[in-house]
């Protein structure tokens, strides 16, 4: 076959890029080494060591809290790793299970998600919440396996009143502890504010709140260095500058947040690119920063389910009309339904949409505040981080 005189994939393919290894850059990869957590490490080792004791294991349970992009799922994914190295020197069977619970944000999906961890013929269905968590224990007695349990972005099910499941799992190692067998479950609860425990039963809230880890932000000098560990990872030796990683650093310093400055260069990068340019220059960093808000991220809308991103349509068209700061909810559930007329769905009731703003809200996606004085009643007022209404309007639609 005569060759295509102009095949723009070929021209794609040859065409230059400051990368070497773009999946580095991802959320999800964990380094190697995470840098500055020698301190947060030690304590979260010293509160969970009981778990490897020979004789008299030990359950423990903790709290780790920080903001967006601190490295909370960081720090417990590398701490579940060392664990796993010193059980198995030790020979000491231990299971580490890391639970997302904004995509489990049920009692029942996360105890089914457990007992399917620690078992593949645990059937999808057809237990009920109590019976599951009976499976959970059998499980850890029979092949006497001691659990080291992370329930990561725990605000998503405390906020749905979730937080009863805590207590059943503390009681497995009571009821299974007799004679040799001992099978200790040690929680690690990651949140973004550990406000949820006010509302938790006094003895389970006490026995957490004296082991609370606030994530220390991370100063720009640091910020610097976790962002070079990332691009020698990533890019082609020398292609980004100096001074591009120090603003990248600068800007996400305010926030002390690793995954903004992460974000930033990697963004840098796609904008050299796109000029051709062999190299990463301070101005990338800046036209990346005008294009991602560190609360308005991708990933965070891109998991919000239809109706959520409907509703904050809703509150972003309103705002947008209205040119105010704050609007009164009941504006925004309005605008909520006339868009859910333009796209044919039916719309929400009124409690469930007073149950996405609360969650929109701690996605830091918007903001709520009651009513002041001169207000008539209650009225709950949204606003929007300073983010381009226009811009999140258009990713918005194109999302939904
Ligand atoms: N101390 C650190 N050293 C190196 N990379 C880090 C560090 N802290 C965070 N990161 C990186 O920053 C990003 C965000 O971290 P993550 O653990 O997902 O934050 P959180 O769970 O608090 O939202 C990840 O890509 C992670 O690898
Ligand atoms: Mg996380």
Request: charge should be positive; charged fraction near 25%; include cysteine.
């Given at each position: 076959?005569?060759?295509?005189e102009y095949n723009v994939l070929?021209?794609?393919?040859?065409?230059?890029s400051v990368f070497k290894d773009e999946s580095k850059l991802?959320?999800?990869?964990?380094?190697?080494?995470?840098?500055?957590?020698?301190?947060?490490?030690?304590?979260?080792?010293?509160?969970?060591?009981?778990?490897?004791?020979?004789?008299?294991?030990?359950?423990?349970?903790?709290?780790?809290?920080?903001?967006?992009?601190?490295?909370?799922?960081?720090?417990?994914?590398?701490?579940?790793?060392?664990?796993?190295?010193?059980?198995?020197?030790?020979?000491?069977?231990?299971?580490?299970?890391?639970?997302?619970?904004?995509?489990?944000?049920?009692?029942?999906?996360?105890?089914?998600?457990?007992?399917?961890?620690?078992?593949?013929?645990?059937?999808?269905?057809?237990?009920?919440?109590?019976?599951?968590?009976?499976?959970?224990?059998?499980?850890?007695?029979?092949?006497?396996?001691?659990?080291?349990?992370?329930?990561?972005?725990?605000?998503?099910?405390?906020?749905?009143?979730?937080?009863?499941?805590?207590?059943?799992?503390?009681?497995?190692?009571?009821?299974?502890?007799?004679?040799?067998?001992?099978?200790?479950?040690?929680?690690?609860?990651?949140?973004?504010?550990?406000?949820?425990?006010?509302?938790?039963?006094?003895?389970?809230?006490?026995?957490?709140?004296?082991?609370?880890?606030?994530?220390?932000?991370?100063?720009?000098?640091?910020?610097?260095?976790?962002?070079?560990?990332?691009?020698?990872?990533?890019?082609?030796?020398?292609?980004?500058?100096?001074?591009?990683?120090?603003?990248?650093?600068?800007?996400?310093?305010?926030?002390?947040?690793?995954?903004?400055?992460?974000?930033?260069?990697?963004?840098?990068?796609?904008?050299?690119?796109?000029?051709?340019?062999?190299?990463?220059?301070?101005?990338?960093?800046?036209?990346?920063?005008?294009?991602?808000?560190?609360?308005?991220?991708?990933?965070?809308?891109?998991?919000?389910?239809?109706?959520?991103?409907?509703?904050?349509?809703?509150?972003?068209?309103?705002?947008?009309?209205?040119?105010?700061?704050?609007?009164?909810?009941?504006?925004?559930?309005?605008?909520?339904?006339?868009?859910?007329?333009?796209?044919?769905?039916?719309?929400?009731?009124?409690?469930?949409?007073?149950?996405?703003?609360?969650?929109?809200?701690?996605?830091?996606?918007?903001?709520?505040?009651?009513?002041?004085?001169?207000?008539?009643?209650?009225?709950?007022?949204?606003?929007?981080?300073?983010?381009?209404?226009?811009?999140?309007?258009?990713?918005?639609?194109?999302?939904?």
């Open positions: 076959m005569p060759m295509t070929e021209e794609e393919l040859s065409r230059p991802s959320i999800d990869f964990l380094p190697s080494k995470l840098l500055y957590r020698e301190l947060e490490l030690r304590f979260l080792a010293r509160h969970l060591l009981g778990l490897l004791n020979l004789e008299t294991p030990k359950s423990s349970n903790l709290l780790v809290v920080g903001g967006v992009g601190i490295g909370k799922t960081s720090l417990a994914k590398t701490f579940g790793k060392m664990l796993m190295e010193s059980s198995r020197k030790r020979n000491i069977p231990v299971k580490y299970v890391h639970i997302n619970c904004r995509t489990n944000n049920t009692p029942y999906l996360i105890f089914q998600t457990i007992a399917r961890e620690l078992s593949q013929h645990v059937p999808a269905r057809g237990y009920s919440t109590e019976e599951i968590v009976g499976v959970i224990g059998d499980l850890l007695r029979l092949q006497q396996l001691r659990l080291f349990l992370v329930l990561d972005e725990f605000d998503f099910v405390a906020l749905r009143g979730g937080t009863e499941i805590i207590y059943p799992l503390t009681r497995i190692h009571d009821a299974n502890r007799s004679g040799t067998i001992s099978t200790p479950v040690s929680l690690l609860l990651i949140a973004r504010s550990p406000a949820f425990l006010e509302r938790m039963d006094q003895s389970t809230a006490s026995s957490l709140g004296h082991s609370v880890l606030r994530m220390r932000k991370d100063s720009q000098a640091q910020l610097v260095d976790i962002i070079q560990q990332r691009v020698d990872l990533a890019f082609k030796d020398g292609v980004v500058d100096k001074e591009a990683i120090r603003l990248a650093a600068d800007i996400a310093s305010e926030l002390g947040d690793a995954r903004h400055a992460i974000e930033l260069i990697w963004y840098a990068g796609k904008y050299a690119d796109e000029e051709q340019s062999p190299y990463v220059f301070p101005d990338h960093v800046r036209q990346a920063k005008s294009s991602i808000h560190p609360v308005v991220r991708r990933e965070t809308i891109y998991g919000l389910g239809l109706h959520k991103l409907v509703l904050l349509l809703g509150i972003v068209r309103q705002l947008k009309h209205s040119k105010l700061a704050y609007i009164k909810t009941s504006d925004a559930i309005q605008e909520y339904k006339m868009a859910c007329e333009e796209f044919m769905l039916a719309p929400r009731k009124h409690t469930q949409l007073w149950q996405y703003l609360k969650e929109l809200a701690i996605f830091d996606l918007i903001q709520v505040k009651p009513s002041g004085k001169g207000y008539r009643g209650k009225t709950t007022f949204i606003s929007l981080p300073d983010v381009s209404t226009r811009q999140l309007e258009n990713e918005l639609l194109s999302l939904i």
